[in-house]
T-cell receptor
Framework: GAGVSQSPSNKVTEKGKDVELRCDPISGHTALYWYRQSLGQGLEFLIYFQGNSAPDKSGLPSDRFSAERTGGSVSTLTIQRTQQEDSAVYLC????????????????FGEGSRLTVL | SQQGEEDPQALSIQEGENATMNCSYKTSINNLQWYRQNSGRGLVHLILIRSNEREKHSGRLRVTLDTSKKSSSLLITASRAADTASYFCATDAMTGANSKLTFGKGITLSVRP
């Protein structure tokens, strides 16, 4: 597609349920990032993929959070046994990495998935 | 911990005035980027400045970088009501082969018509 696509755009769930959030990056972008944004706050880094591997998972808040990426493309962020503090907007971004030590280039963001845990 | 911190947290100006936003960071960086976010939307990249650059321009935007002070500024000239948004600086810290952008909490800019 033309841009980064995220689904669902809105998800309301009950505490204790599992949720899956999907990100479809721009075709050809090798790097993929997940961030979390709580109301009025900045972006909290969750995880970064280069291809299908995740060199940096340091931001995942707990073992209830996991993410995978398949085929160097679509990524899924899974939150198990959701808690009210998981309520936030989950943003996905992708970028084109040309050389490994070149640093992070411009990130292209999706519109986010707004998660509300009741 | 927050790598980039923006200042001020909120800024309100009249249309036509210039808006200056500042960002400070803590560790050495590969590059620093500024993003804009309209309410309820994703972030949009504005400009990237590399650690060996001191100033960069893009349209009405001017970004400076002072690596000795670990700070950057974003200047929007001749502001418009449509510039109303949140602005974030993001730093790409030197962590070897892996890079991630760390964002600040953002600056809320309101431009009054």
């Amino acid at each position: 597609g033309a841009g980064v696509s995220q689904s669902p755009s809105n998800k309301v769930t009950e505490k204790g349920k599992d949720v899956e959030l999907r990100c479809d990056p721009i075709s050809g972008h090798t790097a993929l990032y997940w961030y979390r944004q709580s109301l009025g706050q900045g972006l909290e880094f969750l995880i970064y993929f280069q291809g299908n591997s995740a060199p940096d998972k340091s931001g995942l808040p707990s073992d209830r959070f996991s993410a995978e990426r398949t085929g160097g493309s679509v990524s899924t962020l899974t939150i198990q046994r959701t808690q009210q503090e998981d309520s936030a907007v989950y943003l996905c971004a992708s970028s084109l990495r040309i050389r490994e030590l070149a640093g992070a280039g411009e990130l292209f963001f999706g519109e986010g998935s707004r998660l509300t845990v009741l | 911990s927050q790598q980039g911190e923006e200042d001020p947290q909120a800024l309100s100006i009249q249309e036509g005035e210039n808006a200056t936003m500042n960002c400070s960071y803590k560790t050495s960086i590969n590059n620093l980027q500024w993003y804009r976010q309209n309410s309820g939307r994703g972030l949009v990249h504005l400009i990237l400045i590399r650690s060996n650059e001191r100033e960069k321009h893009s349209g009405r935007l001017r970004v400076t970088l002072d690596t000795s002070k670990k700070s950057s500024s974003l200047l929007i000239t001749a502001s418009r009501a449509a510039d109303t948004a949140s602005y974030f600086c993001a730093t790409d810290a030197m962590t070897g082969a892996n890079s991630k952008l760390t964002f600040g909490k953002g600056i809320t800019l309101s431009v009054r018509p």
